[in-house]
């Protein structure tokens, strides 16, 4: 073989290695999700009776905890995308809806319609819960923008003007948890990041929306690949690249809004999904780094939840805790690797 076709076939093997292994550590880390608890059941026994329960509508543990383990798969892959698309979109390895405060900023305007309205999870406020979580998230986004575009745009300025609007944004929403709220022990442990109120409508919402914006950046994958490189590329192309990363940054701030809206937040897996696949596929195509992405993300969702059930007896610890303890560490990596490139 040739040097171009040696390198093609080293990229697709390597590729191909590391989605079957995290792939196979992602079914097993669900497999032990299913069979833990607060009572040991075969994961097999899950599996087959939570399916069952499922169709029929009828839930008791089985049902519950397979539906509960598949939202985790569900939320981990849609911050992953979300993350994916935002680093792609201003370039930056360090963008996250956490950390670019698109999660704080759903999570404020959510916990003051529920405090208003009380705390409900009926399929009537399902279009406004997500709306209300999605008008937040966009809106702290869009200023981050603008801080980091008055103070030039680097990566450094983008990170640190996430930084502060998303704790502007996470302070004010304990406000209305606090003044407002006549639940605020439910409300706040929503807030923390958690999978305990799992819904088969929202899965399906969610599922639904992945699958939609999956498919959206496919079809635009080579724009999205050529946008890494330069603008010039993308309208050669045909297509405008401004627009391009409105479109993209507008995906991915409803997407991610969707779960704030519904889970809480629960921080760094969009960062450290894409990082990690980046840093194993030794590639930024979009075709071999973003199925990696979405694969890794479930898998650190579905493992924090799996360690926050199980870690201490009788506990519900928060997602978020876990999922930060193991994400934060991958920011410092990013942070020192772009010290070693000059950025």
């Not at 093997?13 to 079957?20: D, N, S």
């Not at 097993?28 to 069979?35: A, D, S």
């Not at 809106?139 to 502007?168: C, Q, W």
Request: hydrophobic content about 50%; proline content about 3%.
């Amino acid at each position: 073989m040739c040097g171009v076709e040696s390198f093609i076939f080293w990229r697709k093997k390597r590729f191909l290695t590391a989605l079957v292994t995290s792939a196979s550590l992602l079914v097993l880390t669900f497999l032990t999700h299913l069979g833990l608890g607060y009572k040991v059941i075969s994961p097999l026994d899950v599996l087959i009776s939570g399916t069952t329960q499922l169709v029929s509508g009828n839930l008791s543990v089985e049902g519950y905890r397979l539906l509960r383990a598949l939202t985790a798969v569900a939320v981990g892959a849609i911050l992953a995308f979300s993350g994916y698309l935002m680093q792609l979109s201003t370039k930056n390895p360090l963008a996250d809806p956490y950390i670019l405060g698109v999660s704080s900023g759903a999570l404020f305007t959510v916990s003051l319609t529920l405090s208003l309205a009380g705390y409900v999870a009926h399929p009537l406020v399902l279009g406004v819960r997500t709306l209300t979580a999605f008008l937040g998230g966009f809106t702290a986004y869009l200023i981050t923008l603008f801080i980091a575009s008055r103070a030039g745009m680097t990566p450094t300025s983008l990170v640190l003007a996430g930084v502060a609007v998303g704790t502007f944004f996470y302070s004010a929403s304990l406000l209305p948890q606090y003044f407002i709220s006549r639940d605020i022990h439910k409300l706040i442990a929503w807030s923390m990041g958690s999978f305990v109120s799992p819904s088969t409508d929202i899965l399906i919402l969610m599922v639904s929306a992945l699958s939609l914006s999956t498919a959206f950046v496919f079809f635009l994958r080579h724009s999205l690949n050529n946008l890494q490189v330069s603008d010039d590329f993308v309208r050669q192309l045909g297509r405008d690249p401004v627009s391009l990363r409105r479109c993209s940054t507008l995906v991915a701030s409803l997407i991610t809004s969707l779960t704030v809206a519904w889970f809480g937040v629960i921080g760094f897996v969009g960062l450290a999904a894409p990082h990690i696949s980046r840093r194993v596929l030794r590639s930024s195509d979009i075709t071999y780094v973003l199925p990696m992405s979405l694969i890794l993300g479930s898998l650190l969702t579905t493992a924090s939840d799996l360690i926050s059930k199980v870690l201490i007896a009788g506990i519900e610890i928060p997602v978020n805790v876990v999922a930060s303890m193991i994400g934060a560490p991958v920011l410092a990596l990013a942070i020192l690797e772009l010290r070693k490139h000059g950025s």
